[in-house]
């Protein structure tokens, strides 16, 4: 796979994704494995090979889009060769999607500062002005309710932009974890060594994890929901983020009993899916960090 056929072809795909971020709809698609290529490439490929494969991909990019083909094709290279990078250094898998989602986090805020600076872009004030213009043009027309006045509106706007932090890190996870899921089988069919993440049912949090939570749950019912001061700002973010992680510990518990007890592969898939839409579910996986439930169920 370093040479030949399969490299072009990676090169293709890279270049097709690349086109299709300016297509609407399929954009977001194209965006959630554009790094997959990428990462491959510089896996499989020397870093002269792998150089003029990108150097062609965004030369006949920006010849056909223009100069925002650049401008993306960087924003994605830059955690696809982090990568790549750990890939090539046979690290383990936690370790390389942590490195990916701390590059492609920190990408983003770069660019929030970039674009507030340089360009005069605030996204927290344009935020603030599409709301409130479509809520305008709604009263307008007489479509919203009475009761949604004014202080409505700005509670609203402000819960929109508490929620940007977590949007980002939900953003820089889901990249992470798709690129890593397609890219690390297909590297691993052509011969390479990538380390796979922990089995589903060996997910588990530190038990002091759960004292943290307590300590921000109490902080948070102290702390007013209105106001943007830092306080407010982090644990509007905190808690959902250690929910989730509560969340996915309860799915970890539920492919464990699933495991121990030799049940269908489909209802531990099932019942994670009930445990990531409903919220307090997460509060199995809060109970399942707190104590050793699980020696109950272990096999004699």
């Given at each position: 796979?370093?040479?030949?056929?399969?490299?072009?072809?990676?090169?293709?795909?890279?270049?097709?994704?690349?086109?299709?971020?300016?297509?609407?709809?399929?954009?977001?698609?194209?965006a959630a494995v554009l790094m997959v290529p990428t990462v491959i490439l510089y896996t499989t490929l020397s870093k002269r090979a792998f150089t003029l494969h990108m150097a062609a991909v965004y030369g006949i990019g920006v010849i056909i889009m223009g100069l925002p083909a650049l401008i993306v094709g960087l924003f994605f290279l830059v955690p696809s060769l982090v990568m790549g990078h750990y890939y090539r250094k046979g690290a383990p898998a936690r370790k390389v999607l942590t490195?990916?989602?701390?590059?492609?986090?920190?990408q983003l805020l770069l660019e929030l500062v970039v674009f507030d600076l340089v360009f005069d872009f605030s996204l927290m004030n344009e935020i603030r002005e599409m709301i409130t213009k479509t809520v305008d043009n709604l009263r307008e027309q007489g479509i919203m309710p009475s009761v949604w006045t004014a202080t409505v509106t700005e509670s609203y706007v402000?819960?929109?932009?508490?929620?940007?932090?977590?949007a980002l890190i939900t953003v820089s996870f889901l990249l992470a974890v798709i690129t890593h899921a397609i890219a690390a089988p297909a590297l691993r069919s052509s011969g390479l060594t990538i380390s796979h993440l922990q089995a589903a049912r060996?997910?588990?949090?530190?038990?002091?994890f759960v004292?943290?939570?307590?300590?921000?749950?109490?902080?948070?019912?102290?702390?007013?929901?209105?106001?943007?001061?830092?306080?407010?700002?982090?644990?509007?973010?905190?808690?959902?983020?250690?929910q989730m992680a509560f969340s996915i510990q309860a799915m970890g518990f539920f492919f464990f009993l699933a495991h121990e007890r030799k049940w269908n592969k489909a209802i531990p898939v099932l019942l994670s899916v009930v445990v990531a839409i409903f919220q307090p579910f997460s509060l199995?996986?809060?109970?399942?960090?707190?104590?050793?439930?699980?020696?109950?169920?272990?096999?004699?």
């Open positions: 796979m370093k040479t030949g056929l399969k490299s072009i072809l990676w090169s293709f795909s890279a270049l097709i994704l690349l086109l299709m971020v300016a297509v609407p709809v399929l954009n977001a698609l194209a490195a990916t989602v701390l590059t492609v986090l920190a402000q819960s929109l932009i508490h929620s940007i932090p977590m060996e997910w588990r949090l530190p038990r002091i004292f943290y939570y307590l300590v921000v749950l109490i902080a948070d019912m102290a702390t007013p929901n209105t106001g943007s001061s830092f306080m407010t700002v982090t644990l509007h973010n905190l808690v959902p983020l250690m199995i996986g809060v109970i399942d960090a707190a104590f050793p439930i699980r020696k109950a169920f272990k096999k004699s």
